[in-house]
């Protein structure tokens, strides 16, 4: 129902954008009929469409645009703007053009701080780039940390060993990997050490060399936190640091790190500072309506405190 869309109209927009197939719907069944490149192009696209309605169980327009629309009658060969070939048919690539600018910060800079609202994939495409150096041999391994602050709940003891009570931390990581490495190959890397996940207390004391790093969630670290971690960089190493100002879920009395540490590192050379907005979201399109009615709050708050 969401892929085919109410009515059948995405499915009819689908064949707008592919004319020269024949698509032909009959219940969770869909059948193309078409030349050998046809099908397969389009039977790339489309297992991406699903997998993405599959994560997100929701379909807007400019995703089916994005996925179906682009190069729907360009010729076969690799697209030089996917940066990782995932699973289940995912091209994973920057889809607005915030994530563009990120991506093209991480080839120019070592260190690349990306902040936006919720749903802007800072995250995902930071993942994707970590992957593809590392498919490319451009770093000998992945290192993903966050801080591990609880969003605004206590939830108290969790059972199990460390990496038991660490994990619901950390999920969405292993969630962008498990998109774009096979699940024995990534388990194989987790054991190997070759992708490492860990909370930003861990970090302290390493030296982080041959390695592609990402803080996610920085805006819960306080800056010594930061100072420690960004002072962990070695030889050969790309740091990305992402976060949201707007939602910080540390205790109200301890600020936190990442504005400042953005105000002092702003302009200096090899640091690239890059801003998303709502026009960089890709979930489902209520989140930025969600995202602007609270900031149209925070904004009648802030004039109601003024003197």
Known sequence: MEVFGANDQHLRHIRTLFPKLSLIARGDTLKVIGTEDDVNRFSERFEQLVQHVATYNDLPRKVLDDIMGEGAEAGGGEEPDVLVHGNAGIRVKARTAGQQRLVEAVAAHDMVFAVGPAGTGKTYTAVALAVKALKERQVRRIILTRPAVEAGENLGFLPGDLKDKLDPYLQPLYDAL??????????????????????????????????????DEAQNATLPQLKMFLTR??????FVITGDVTQVDLPDRQPSGLVPTIGMLRGVPGIAVVELDEKDIVRHELVSRVLGAFKELEQQNRETKKP
């Open 178 to 215: 498990r998109d774009m490495i096979p699940a024995s190959r990534l388990a194989q890397l987790l054991e190997e050490a070759v992708i490492q996940i860990a909370p930003l207390a861990f970090m302290r004391g390493r030296t982080l060399d041959h390695a592609f790093v990402i803080l």
């Open 233 to 238: 960089m070695g030889r050969n190493a790309t």
